[in-house]
């Protein structure tokens, strides 16, 4: 009998310590000037409230309007850049092998001392060149590539060019992946298109 008469009471005790939560501050005034809103600061609570729904809406709930987007960094555009960048660039000869790391900085298309790429000149000449070298287009359900396989190399070049984030991963599986490969070759630390 004792159980029956209070699982009613522990509800309404939980309903109303949550109105009383989610209520409008004494301090603060409403939202709204209509008469029905002015009447009262705290909502009241209903007979429906002892099944867990309260009359008033809460403060924080959400609004239809959505929040806008963050805006992406524009895409760098092929052709000259500014030739600025910080880059990590991991290159692996086969998957059994240990990768090889590179750093990469470069200052207005010159490298910097904490550069430890073999071929720092020439990969910051090529990212001056070509500010979008690292940013390949991705691939489109149209894009048509030759079959054919350029070996087991794999490289992951990461940083920024040119203040745009760059997070790119280079293969040469099929023809348009050896093509990518050969065009960052430089700064890949790669000739003749090999590690």
Request: proline fraction near 12%.
């Amino acid at each position: 009998m004792r159980l029956r008469t209070l699982r009613p009471l522990v509800a309404v005790l939980a309903v109303a310590g949550l109105a009383a939560c989610t209520g409008t501050p004494d301090n603060t005034p409403p939202s709204s000037t209509s008469p029905a809103a002015t009447s009262s600061a705290t909502p009241s609570v209903s007979s429906s409230a002892t099944q867990g729904a309260s009359d008033a809406p809460a403060p924080d709930t959400e609004t239809s309007v959505p929040a806008p987007s963050p805006s992406a960094p524009p895409a760098p555009t092929a052709g000259p850049g500014a030739g600025n960048a910080e880059l990590s660039i991991m290159v692996k000869p086969t998957s059994a092998d240990p990768a090889v790391n590179y750093t990469l900085v470069c200052r207005d298309g010159v490298p910097a001392a904490e550069s430890n790429h073999p071929r720092a000149d020439a990969a910051c000449a090529a990212l001056k060149n070509n500010a979008a070298l690292l940013s390949p287009v991705p691939p489109s359900k149209d894009r048509v590539c030759t079959e054919q396989y350029g070996g087991p190399e794999t490289a992951t070049v990461t940083g920024i060019v040119d203040n745009t984030p760059v997070d790119a991963g280079f293969a040469r599986t099929n023809g348009c992946e050896i093509g990518e490969w050969n065009a960052a070759r430089d700064v890949l630390g790669a000739s003749d298109g090999a590690a």
